[in-house]
Structures are given as structure tokens and as C-alpha cells.
């Protein structure tokens, strides 16, 4: 399992409405990708950035990388420690900041994950896995931005535990 892993997409460019770009508001942002055996995404830039807001958008995908890559490797993390998830969700936010001369870059991303643990005895050792989890994140290791945890712990059937 040690090793290096490569991935691979195709992104094409589906905007050109019949003059390519010819000038900035003369084309469209539509983008889609594909992987193979996998459904394709519809992508554009973000709306502020002329794009159509029913499609994801570069930010929406990294800030779902790194929800979706804390999630996997938490319940790992779970596992590990013995503590059983049955619910977990998370409303996570991310910062993006322009500079002035075109570009911009993320200054931080919050995951506020809400997990819902089997026993009361399990609370603590499911608020330590977030740790171990960011440590394990491919995601979170390869961005240069801090990535937060506000993590709340529930227990099936009982009230809450706010951050430790």
C-alpha cells in the first residue's frame, strides 16, 4: 500500500460560444470533467468570476477535498481507537482572499464536523481522532493554509460535547 499513486483527469472546456475567447465576457466558464468509470462533473469559476453557480467550482472542490479527506481518514482514526461512528456530518467553510492583481489564494478552512458516537465512553477518544485524522489527511498535508477543526461529538441518543 506504500508507495506513490497517480491520478488522472480530463478537463475540457465546453464554453466557447462561437468566438472562443475573443474577449473576457465573450465566453463561457463551462468546464467538464472526466475519470474513467466515473459519472462526469460539471464545473465552472465562481459566480464573482463569471461563472454559473449550478456548477462546482475549483473552490467548492478543494474545499470538498478536504471535508471528504478528514471524513475518511477520522473514521479510519475511529477505527483504530475503538470508537463506532454511526452519524457524521460537516458544514465546513473555507476563506479565499484575492490580491488585487488577478489572483488570490485560501487563508483557512474550518471543518466543523458533527459526529455521532455509539457510548458516552467514547467521546474523548472520538474528539482525539480529529488529530490523528489531520495528520493522515493527503488533502490537508499538500495545501499551505491552516486547515481548523471545530468538531462536536453526540452520543446516539444523548446530548452534545462542543470542542475540547
Not at 497517480?6 to 465576457?25: A, E, F, K, P, Q
Not at 467550482?57 to 479527506?69: H, Q, R, T, V, Y
Not at 471545530?150 to 470542542?163: D, Q, T
Request: net charge negative; charged share 25%; aromatic share 8%.
Amino acid at each position: 500500500m506504500w508507495g506513490e499513486h497517480r491520478y488522472s483527469v480530463r478537463t475540457t472546456w465546453t464554453g466557447d460560444r462561437g468566438t472562443g475567447t475573443s474577449g473576457y465576457r465573450d465566453y463561457d466558464r463551462a468546464v467538464t470533467m472526466r475519470i474513467e468509470g466515473k459519472p462526469e462533473l460539471l464545473a465552472s469559476s465562481d459566480k464573482p468570476f463569471r461563472g454559473d453557480p449550478s456548477r462546482w467550482n475549483p473552490e467548492d472542490l478543494l474545499l470538498a477535498a478536504l471535508s471528504e479527506c478528514h471524513l475518511l481518514s477520522y473514521l479510519h482514526a475511529c477505527v483504530q481507537a475503538g470508537v463506532v461512528v454511526v452519524r457524521y456530518e460537516d458544514d465546513a467553510s473555507g476563506l479565499m482572499v484575492e490580491d488585487g492583481r488577478g489572483g488570490g489564494a485560501f487563508r483557512e478552512v474550518v471543518l466543523r464536523p458533527r459526529v455521532t458516537v455509539a457510548e458516552e465512553s467514547m467521546v474523548d477518544a472520538a474528539t482525539a481522532a480529529h488529530a490523528q485524522a489531520h495528520a493522515w489527511c493527503f488533502i490537508a498535508n499538500s495545501v499551505n493554509f491552516p486547515v481548523r477543526h471545530e468538531p462536536l461529538i453526540e452520543v446516539s441518543g444523548a446530548r452534545a460535547a462542543g470542542p475540547a
